[in-house]
């Protein structure tokens, strides 16, 4: 009597909207699946709500190329994250609830490989399933020390940017064969090169504040607004604040912090704006970044000009090892955010800088641009799928 009762008071919670934030709302099409068999051979597999779209926007161009050449269907379990895809993308998307839907998709028809770009609790709906590959994407390359965890351990492989990818696994890991597991294929995101005119223009993309200490790399609360401020006074600056779409999601002084931000950028107007459009606009057009560690970071590599690193304020957040990016970059922190349109200065003044980005770019991405890193994500997956089916073929489990 009372399983049915809560069954129905859960489906008008999650019809209603009422869910908590970062709670998917189960609200699938089950009942129209049963009959579908998928004819492609690639599954993306995203449970997640909207609020985390932003990691699978970014997937959407590969995805497409990939989808033209192997069949890719985007399989999700918020009815809210479906809308938007299907808005988005010309992929072919399908919402389920329920766990045995998922199995039965992935189990029959052609899908030989599933590929995820989130670290969900939820993957482990998909995960469930042994008689297809799955490979972890991940939404971005760096080297957050939440980028590594025991969690690789669940896929076939994880592709990576670069062999800074692969040492990251190899440091951080314990029982992981790295060479093995990995494969390495740039960054089919990664932004072509721009070249900037006018004035110095500094783009200042700081990260948002993680769930744990550990991974509290935003400089947002602590020193944001003095970084901003500092850039400001120095006229011949032009600042482009991209704040990351989480930023607050999960402390609210951090939200607090982001607005103090925009009301000091919004009060110059003539330098200074608010960037929440493609990033790979405002990075073409930028002379220098400013950056927390994070995969805009990486990708800004691409760009050849000059990167400056802040310093997580919080001394529990740790930088993944070995960290060749953190540690060959000038930096801001907390007590010289002050300063911080004289070390942008020091930094576009530096006749090194230029080389050591190169390196770093050839050492995170593996020196290839979006074009070449698409042939090599394509090829990877096509490598997957060979091993997958030959393993089946020989063992007939499918």
Same mark, same amino acid.
Do not use: K
């Given at each position: 009597?009372?399983?049915?009762?809560?069954?129905?008071?859960?489906?008008?919670?999650?019809?209603?909207?009422?869910?908590?934030?970062?709670?998917?709302?189960?609200?699938?099409?089950?009942?129209?699946?049963?009959?579908?068999?998928?004819?492609?051979?690639?599954?993306?597999?995203?449970?997640?709500?909207?609020?985390?779209?932003?990691?699978?926007?970014?997937?959407?161009?590969?995805?497409e190329a990939l989808h033209a050449e192997l069949g890719v269907t985007v399989l999700l379990q918020d009815s809210r994250t479906a809308a938007a895809v299907?808005?988005?993308?010309?992929?072919?998307?399908?919402?389920?609830?329920?766990?045995?839907?998922?199995?039965?998709?992935?189990?029959?028809?052609?899908?030989?490989?599933?590929?995820?770009?989130?670290?969900?609790?939820?993957?482990?709906?998909?995960?469930?399933?042994?008689?297809?590959?799955?490979?972890?994407?991940?939404?971005?390359?760096?080297?957050k020390v939440v980028s590594v965890s025991n969690q690789a351990k669940a896929f076939d492989f994880v592709f990576v940017g670069g062999r800074a990818g692969v040492e990251r696994h190899r440091e951080g890991l314990l029982l992981?064969?790295?060479?093995?597991?990995?494969?390495?294929v740039g960054r089919p995101q990664v932004p072509a090169p721009g070249e900037p005119t006018g004035p110095t223009t500094v783009l200042y993309a700081p990260t948002w504040e993680g769930t744990m200490a550990v991974n509290a790399y935003s400089s947002v609360r602590a020193y944001g607004l003095t970084l901003v401020e500092s850039l400001l006074r120095d006229t011949t600056h032009h600042v482009v604040y991209r704040p990351h779409p989480r930023t607050g999601a999960s402390d609210h002084t951090y939200a607090a912090a982001d607005r103090r931000?925009?009301?000091?950028?919004?009060?110059?107007?003539?330098?200074?704006?608010?960037?929440?459009?493609?990033a790979a606009a405002a990075m073409r057009s930028a002379h220098v970044m400013v950056a927390d560690t994070s995969a805009i970071a990486t990708d800004w590599l691409g760009q050849g000009r000059p990167l400056v690193s802040t310093e997580p304020a919080d001394p529990r957040a740790r930088v993944a090892r070995p960290a060749r990016l953190y540690e060959r970059t000038?930096?801001?922190?907390?007590?010289?955010?002050?300063?911080?349109?004289?070390?942008?200065?020091?930094?576009? #003044?530096?006749?090194?800088? @230029? &080389?050591? !980005? /190169?390196?770093?770019? +050839?050492?995170?991405?593996?020196?290839?641009? #979006?074009?070449?890193?698409? @042939? &090599?994500? !394509? /090829?990877?997956?096509? +490598?997957?799928?060979?091993?997958?089916?030959? #393993?089946?073929?020989?063992t007939g489990t499918r």
């Open positions: 009597m009372l399983a049915p009762l809560r069954s129905r008071a859960g489906r008008l919670v999650r019809r209603a909207g009422l869910l908590p934030g970062g709670v998917a709302d189960g609200l699938g099409e089950d009942d129209r699946l049963d009959d579908l068999v998928l004819a492609t051979r690639v599954v993306l597999f995203f449970p997640d709500p909207p609020e985390n779209l932003y990691q699978l926007r970014e997937w959407y161009g590969p995805l299907r808005r988005e993308t010309t992929l072919p998307v399908h919402v389920t609830a329920l766990t045995r839907t998922v199995g039965r998709l992935l189990s029959t028809g052609e899908v030989g490989l599933v590929l995820y770009v989130g670290q969900a609790n939820a993957n482990a709906v998909a995960l469930r399933s042994a008689d297809v590959a799955h490979v972890f994407l991940n939404h971005g390359e760096s080297d992981f064969d790295a060479d093995a597991r990995l494969r390495v931000i925009r009301e000091a950028v919004r009060a110059a107007p003539d330098r200074a704006r608010v960037d929440t459009g493609p000038p930096h801001v922190a907390a007590h010289t955010a002050h300063r911080a349109g004289e070390i942008v200065d020091a930094a576009l #003044a530096d006749e090194g800088a @230029r &080389a050591t !980005v /190169a390196e770093l770019f +050839e050492h995170y991405l593996g020196g290839l641009d #979006a074009e070449a890193s698409l @042939r &090599a994500f !394509v /090829a990877a997956c096509r +490598e997957v799928l060979h091993l997958r089916d030959a #393993a089946v073929e020989r």
